[in-house]
């Protein structure tokens, strides 16, 4: 992908926009283009700089990207939205081409890291809703001021907030010296084998940090199978912001029928019922789940007669009942996979498993938690999207503000201690 209209060959050091920027390790990489720490001598501080792939149809990529990244910094003044923000852009010219680059504040890890980290155990229920507030007053922003729809929301596409100058800190800054990991580098998000000075530093930093709190990360190494509790992110801050603006569009301007990375797909997208901001809200559900359990929701696969599509279907009707036929019948691709009756045509005998019990039986959630949780859940994986609440809605659920049974012990302590001092 190094040739003419590829991506653009980087080495540390190199200077971007006559020197405003200096490349310093890479971050990762997608389809699209490769990801770079650099350096900005303006502001003295870290950022993520994007170097698109140079070819026309990804310079219309970037500059699609570009477009919705900017209202969405024009909105958000105060940066408190939940969304990454959009410092700077530029052409770079180089061997292959004229690369459009995006300067994006630094963030850390994504959410797709985080679960692997976790050996696919899942996330503490307070971690969940810690992270689930952010996500929704992003969606919630885009959604109700933007009139934008993300279409393309997973852990992937959802980034850690790093708040501490990553020469410093860069254990606590994101996670990435812990989170490497063998299978870190599948799908991007991997880093470059080159190694400077600096990085060296930052390696040797981290390892100091890693001893120091490798004693509380023992149990979860050791990985015991029953514990779903994960010691290791103790006090780490769960703010993390919406990345990957590739693929959204504004609701009254759509162009694209296919949307949505599979698992994420919303129902209307696959029988091309048409959609709105609710596909969002789908894939948040998706991901809150995949957030406490460590597996994805849904993970459909083509079978013996039948497509993924239909399998996606059925795995979706074995968790939260039967599509009403309404629904089923009513989209441009129905009749590929619906009888007139609203029954799969290549699927019939479907195993129900509804959503808390699954979280229970499977996952071995307490009882309250998971009922707590599902009924948060439930209405947000509604069939018909109208009936799916809208992000502020969500932020308004009263499992957004519960309270756990830690973090009552810990304000009761904090009052203690209070008094103590007073006393
Ligand atoms: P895709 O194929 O997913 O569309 P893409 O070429 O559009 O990829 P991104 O997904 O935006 O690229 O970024 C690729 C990777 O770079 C991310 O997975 C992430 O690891 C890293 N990255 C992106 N933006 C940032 C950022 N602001 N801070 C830190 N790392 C980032
Ligand atoms: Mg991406
Ligand atoms: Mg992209």
Same mark, same amino acid.
């Given at each position: 992908?190094?040739?003419? &209209?590829?991506?653009? #060959?980087?080495?540390?050091?190199?200077?971007?926009?006559?020197?405003? +920027?200096?490349?310093?390790?890479?971050?990762?990489?997608?389809?699209?283009?490769?990801?770079?720490?650099? +350096?900005?001598?303006?502001?003295?501080?870290?950022?993520?700089?994007?170097?698109?792939?140079?070819?026309?149809?990804?310079?219309?990529?970037?500059?699609?990207?570009?477009? =919705?990244?900017?209202?969405?910094?024009?909105?958000?003044?105060?940066?408190?939205?939940?969304?990454?923000?959009?410092?700077?852009? =530029?052409?770079?010219?180089?061997?292959?081409?004229?690369?459009?680059?995006?300067?994006?504040?630094?963030?850390?890890?994504?959410?797709?890291?985080?679960?692997?980290? /976790?050996?696919?155990?899942?996330?503490? *229920?307070?971690?969940?809703?810690?992270?689930?507030?952010?996500?929704?007053?992003?969606?919630?922003?885009?959604?109700?001021?933007?009139? *934008?729809?993300?279409?393309?929301?997973?852990?992937?596409?959802?980034?850690?907030?790093?708040?501490?100058?990553?020469?410093?800190?860069?254990?606590?800054?994101?996670?990435?010296?812990?989170?490497?990991?063998?299978?870190?580098?599948?799908?991007?998000?991997? &880093?470059?084998?080159?190694? /400077?000075?600096?990085?060296?530093?930052?390696?040797?930093?981290?390892?100091?940090?890693? #001893?120091?709190?490798?004693?509380?990360?023992?149990?979860?190494?050791?990985?015991?199978?029953?514990?779903?509790?994960?010691?290791?992110?103790?006090?780490?801050?769960?703010?993390?912001?919406?990345?990957?603006?590739?693929?959204?569009?504004?609701?009254?301007?759509?162009?694209?029928?296919?949307?949505?990375?599979?698992?994420?797909?919303?129902?209307?997208?696959?029988?091309?019922?048409?959609?709105?901001?609710?596909?969002?809200?789908?894939?948040?559900?998706?991901?809150? =789940?995949?957030?406490?359990?460590?597996?994805?929701?849904?993970?459909?696969?083509?079978?013996?007669?039948?497509?993924?599509?239909?399998?996606?279907?059925?795995?979706?009707?074995?968790?939260?009942?039967? *599509?009403?036929?309404?629904?089923?019948?009513?989209?441009?691709?129905?009749?590929? +996979?619906?009888?007139?009756?609203?029954?799969?045509?290549?699927?019939?005998?479907?195993? +129900?498993?509804?959503?808390?019990?699954?979280?229970?039986?499977?996952?071995?959630?307490?009882?309250?938690?998971?009922?707590?949780?599902?009924?948060?859940?439930?209405?947000?994986?509604?069939?018909?999207?109208?009936?799916?609440?809208?992000?502020?809605?969500?932020?308004?659920?009263?499992? *957004?503000?519960?309270?756990?049974?830690?973090?009552?012990?810990?304000?009761?302590?904090?009052?203690?201690? /209070?008094?103590?001092?007073?006393?």
């Amino acid at each position: 992908s190094y040739r003419k &209209g590829g991506y653009h #060959a980087v080495r540390i050091g190199d200077p971007f926009s006559g020197g405003r +920027y200096i490349a310093q390790r890479k971050l990762g990489w997608g389809q699209f283009s490769t990801v770079w720490l650099a +350096y900005d001598t303006l502001s003295s501080s870290y950022v993520a700089l994007k170097i698109q792939k140079s070819a026309q149809q990804f310079a219309q990529a970037a500059l699609h990207e570009i477009e =919705f990244l900017s209202a969405a910094a024009d909105g958000d003044l105060q940066n408190t939205k939940c969304v990454v923000r959009l410092i700077d852009h =530029f052409k770079h010219a180089g061997p292959n081409g004229q690369h459009l680059c995006m300067v994006l504040e630094f963030l850390g890890d994504s959410l797709l890291r985080l679960i692997r980290y /976790n050996r696919y155990k899942g996330l503490k *229920m307070d971690k969940v809703r810690e992270i689930c507030r952010c996500v929704l007053t992003g969606l919630d922003y885009l959604h109700r001021e933007l009139g *934008m729809i993300h279409s393309d929301l997973k852990p992937e596409n959802i980034l850690l907030c790093s708040t501490i100058d990553p020469a410093k800190d860069p254990v606590r800054s994101g996670l990435t010296p812990l989170l490497e990991k063998p299978e870190g580098n599948a799908n991007g998000g991997g &880093g470059s084998s080159t190694m /400077n000075l600096i990085e060296k530093k930052l390696k040797r930093r981290a390892k100091r940090a890693v #001893a120091k709190i490798s004693e509380r990360r023992v149990s979860m190494v050791g990985g015991e199978a029953s514990s779903k509790t994960d010691r290791s992110l103790d006090g780490i801050d769960m703010r993390c912001k919406v990345v990957d603006f590739g693929n959204a569009c504004w609701a009254d301007k759509q162009f694209a029928e296919e949307i949505q990375t599979r698992q994420y797909r919303a129902p209307e997208v696959i029988l091309k019922s048409g959609y709105s901001f609710s596909v969002d809200m789908w894939s948040f559900g998706c991901t809150a =789940f995949e957030l406490v359990t460590g597996d994805m929701l849904f993970a459909p696969k083509e079978g013996n007669g039948y497509g993924e599509d239909e399998d996606h279907l059925a795995l979706m009707m074995e968790l939260l009942g039967k *599509m009403p036929r309404k629904i089923a019948i009513g989209g441009a691709k129905s009749k590929d +996979y619906f009888d007139r009756h609203g029954d799969l045509k290549r699927i019939r005998r479907l195993k +129900y498993w509804p959503l808390d019990r699954l979280l229970v039986d499977k996952y071995k959630l307490p009882e309250a938690e998971a009922k707590e949780f599902a009924e948060f859940l439930s209405p947000i994986l509604e069939f018909a999207p109208e009936k799916r609440p809208t992000a502020q809605q969500c932020l308004e659920h009263p499992w *957004m503000n519960v309270v756990s049974s830690q973090n009552k012990a810990d304000n009761v302590e904090s009052q203690m201690r /209070n008094l103590h001092i007073k006393g």
